[in-house]
């Protein structure tokens, strides 16, 4: 059964209830009787082992034989090549 975290409008107080699924939220605090409001918290449910990755569901998987698209080389536009700088080596002060 899930853990409910409540937090009281009247006196502060934090706490959690074991409740069914099924059953319908606290509406008064278990200390002073106020007005209480069911928090939302951080879950300690996991998804783990193969399957369960944001990777596994990206697209269709192709097979390493199949799908290889031949490499070309990119000769640089006249505008990446002025951006380039060229190196010059350090004189050795002969």
């Keep these: 059964m899930p853990i409910y975290e409540y937090k009281c409008g009247k006196c502060g107080e934090e706490y959690e209830l074991i409740q069914k699924i099924t059953d319908s939220a606290v509406n008064r605090c278990k200390f002073c009787n ?3 409001k069911r928090l939302v918290s ?7 082992g193969s399957g369960w990755y944001v990777t596994d569901y990206g697209g269709k998987k192709v097979p390493s034989t ?5 490499e070309t080389t990119k000769t640089p536009s006249p505008a990446e090549s002025s951006k380039e700088t060229p190196v010059s080596k ?5």
């Excluded at 199949?66 to 031949?70: A, I, R």
């Design 42 to 48: 951080l879950s300690s449910f996991h998804l783990k």
């Design 34 to 36: 106020g007005p209480a």
């Design 90 to 94: 350090a004189s050795s002060g002969d």
């Design 66 to 70: 199949e799908g290889k698209k031949e």
